[in-house]
């Protein structure tokens, strides 16, 4: 497949990536969305929220390329740009572009289809507001997805991940959208036992970070910090309101005798549960 291939043929998340079906996270609540697809991930876009709800990609750390930087933010030309929270929520200000598919998440195999995968996360559609503060914690919650691909290249196992910010109510007023205050992350992989999936999902909560009273003030205040989470995928989904289908009983941080919703805030990546 060449590079010009790869980006005229976006055929998005692949639910029978793993050795076990695994169909993209839904909406539990009526919603408008629509389904988007780019090369090896999809992008489940809030029409009213104009962010996405759901983000799946597909990981096969075994082949994965540490490609440069290349690819420049733009506007998803197939849906109407007032339904995607665009560059001007991001001017100057302190918020972040930050990527929910991550630009190395679908770079991997041949260097041409890779170099265009990497390309193509860099689309509006698959950005969120993020504190653009950069602590320990925030480094963790970026640092999660590698841990979980060491842990699966250990185990010679692919990934897919899901990430999205959670889209509350109460989420504040910006610039014509509502700024996320949570965002999350679920990791799914087979276990190499036939038919046995695992998942662990995480929690990133920038609450105390985001001031958005007025457009004047800081979007981001200057104390405070992120706090990462591993949380049962069952918590997940009724704090985000989404359908994780199979990966609920996958979860490997809520097994048999485990306290029911039970949240562990990680401070290292030796905190993970795998």
Same mark, same amino acid.
């Given at each position: ?33 629509? #389904?988007?697809? $780019?090369?090896?991930?999809? !992008?489940? =876009? ?5 962010? &996405?709800?759901? @983000? %799946? *990609? ?112 109460? #989420?504040?007023? $910006?610039?014509?959208?509502? !700024?996320? =205050? ?5 990791? &799914?992989?087979? @276990? %190499? *036992? ?81």
């Amino acid at each position: 497949m060449t590079t010009e291939d790869a980006a005229s043929d976006p055929t998005g998340y692949d639910s029978g990536f793993l050795e076990v079906t695994v169909p993209l996270p839904v909406s539990s609540a009526p919603r408008s969305t629509v #389904d988007l697809t $780019y090369l090896r991930f999809t !992008v489940t =876009l809030d029409r009213t929220r104009e962010l &996405a709800l759901v @983000t %799946g *990609v597909n990981i096969d750390g075994a082949t994965l390329q540490d490609l440069p930087r290349t690819g420049t933010w733009h506007l998803d030309e197939r849906i109407p740009a007032s339904e995607q929270t665009g560059p001007e929520v991001y001017a100057d200000n302190d918020l972040d572009r930050g990527h929910l598919v991550r630009r190395r998440d679908p770079g991997w195999g041949p260097e041409d289809v890779a170099q265009a995968a990497t390309r193509g996360t860099f689309v509006y559609t698959n950005a969120a507001p993020q504190a653009a503060d950069f602590n320990q914690s925030k480094e963790l919650w970026l640092g999660l997805e590698d841990h979980v691909l060491q842990f699966s290249e250990a185990n010679d196992v692919r990934v897919s991940v899901f990430t999205a910010p959670v889209l509350g109510s109460d #989420d504040p007023a $910006y610039r014509g959208i509502q !700024v996320p =205050l949570r965002f999350w992350k679920v990791a &799914a992989w087979a @276990t %190499g *036992v036939p038919g046995k999936l695992a998942a662990a999902g995480f929690v990133l909560d920038q609450s105390s970070l985001i001031d958005a009273a007025t457009e004047s003030a800081r979007i981001v205040a200057p104390l405070g910090g992120f706090r990462t989470f591993q949380a049962p995928i069952h918590d997940i989904g009724e704090l985000s309101q989404i359908d994780f289908g199979p990966l609920v009983a996958a979860d490997v941080a809520n097994p048999p005798g485990a306290r029911p919703g039970e949240w562990r805030e990680l401070t290292r990546p030796d905190d993970v549960r795998l």
